[in-house]
């Protein structure tokens, strides 16, 4: 099957999601800036273990392979391992991301005699300063005996997820090395202007400079480097990056809360991309299926204010999170465009309103990270 044919069919939505994000819950021992769920306090309508199953079980039966579980901070669960040893039964596979907090020797040796399992170890600095400034003080020693105990526990290649700032671009090459010192793979992602990450965008994401300096390295060194579908509103700038170079939002992706509400993607926890819940009738496999908002966004798209740039074909628009959480229409220019149409759209009177996320979990105290304050 040929790129363009393959692209095709992802537009009009698969049979099951490749790629389903679960968020097992709101809670969190950390306040990162960029959150994008706005983490912190479990809510207390959040599946409890029994809904847990069954819901793992609809996507048994729907044929789905692989999950991703985040969080919050999953692994403050008590039923995690219960709920990782329900999918592994399943034949389910599961990445999970962490803070690292809760792995433990003892964790690490249980979770290195698991099948199925991948982890990811959350980290966005490659020094104390640049890390903690996003993360919370101790969180980078933190990340870094989490990984050394996955390594003493022999559990294999795991992954190390960095979300890329304006404060660790130039971190890319020691990022690199990090990985390759644990036999890990790095794997990046944009910077969305979602939950808390709506209030740190402006000062956090990389300039235009930094975005192409960020194409140029994946161009040079990304073959074993993961974006997801992090980046393809850089494809603008030439040659295409490795990865899902288009918005998969309820094509291939799609996300469950804590709650069992299933939306369009991760990086959009809005009313407005909400597609119905797990509780509904026929379950999950409903909202997949037959949700108008996931029929509507496998329609053809519009190209909108970018019918006229010849770089449409490259970066599809870019990034549906992106644009609306910063005021931009759906079908105009990503705040990010290389060619700064978005960026100048932005700085015009046409944005006044900006939506907000629709739920707030954050902390209102200060939390304890890896043993400080």
């Not at 190390?160 to 671009?169: A, L, Q």
């Not at 793979?185 to 709506?198: E, N, S, V």
């Not at 149409?341 to 015009?348: R, Y």
Request: proline fraction near 4%; hydrophobic fraction near 35%.
């Amino acid at each position: 099957m040929s790129v363009s044919n393959l692209s095709t069919q992802l537009k009009g939505g698969l049979d099951a999601p490749i790629c389903l994000t679960w968020e097992l819950t709101y809670a969190c021992n950390l306040q990162c800036i960029h959150c994008l769920s706005s983490s912190g306090r479990r809510d207390p309508r959040e599946l409890d273990t029994d809904q847990v199953k069954k819901v793992l079980d609809q996507l048994r039966d729907l044929q789905v392979f692989y999950i991703n579980i985040g969080g919050g901070e999953p692994m403050i669960r008590k039923d995690f391992f219960e709920i990782l040893e329900h999918a592994e039964r399943n034949n389910i596979g599961v990445k999970f991301s962490t803070n690292g907090t809760y792995i433990t020797a003892e964790n690490a040796r249980r979770l290195a005699s698991m099948n199925y399992l991948d982890i990811q170890i959350s980290m966005d600095g490659v020094d104390r300063a640049t890390n903690d400034a996003v993360r919370g003080e101790g969180s980078f020693d933190t990340s870094i005996a989490a990984m050394n105990y996955l390594r003493d526990a022999n559990f294999g290649p795991f992954k190390i997820s960095v979300v890329m700032t304006r404060h660790n671009v130039d971190q890319l090459d020691a990022f690199k090395q990090l990985a390759d010192s644990y036999g890990a793979q790095l794997r990046i992602t944009r910077l969305r202007p979602a939950g808390r990450g709506a209030d740190s965008w402006n000062e956090l994401h990389p300039t235009q400079v930094q975005q192409r300096q960020i194409y140029d390295w994946l161009i040079a060194h990304g073959d074993n480097v993961l974006t997801g579908d992090s980046f393809f509103h850089l494809n603008a700038f030439g040659e295409s990056l490795p990865g899902l170079n288009l918005c998969g939002a309820g094509r291939v992706v799609c996300l469950i809360d804590p709650i069992g509400d299933v939306y369009a993607c991760p990086f959009v926890i809005h009313d407005q991309f909400k597609a119905g819940s797990v509780h509904g009738e026929g379950g999950f496999a409903q909202v997949w299926r037959n949700s108008d908002l996931f029929l509507s966004l496998r329609e053809p798209e519009s190209e909108g204010a970018c019918t006229s740039c010849g770089n449409y074909d490259s970066c599809q628009g870019g990034c549906m999170a992106a644009k609306f959480f910063t005021g931009l229409p759906l079908d105009g220019p990503d705040p990010e465009c290389v060619i700064g149409a978005g960026e100048s759209l932005l700085k015009s009177s046409t944005v006044t309103l900006i939506p907000k996320p629709s739920m707030d979990h954050s902390r209102k105290v200060s939390v304890t990270v890896g043993g400080n304050k």
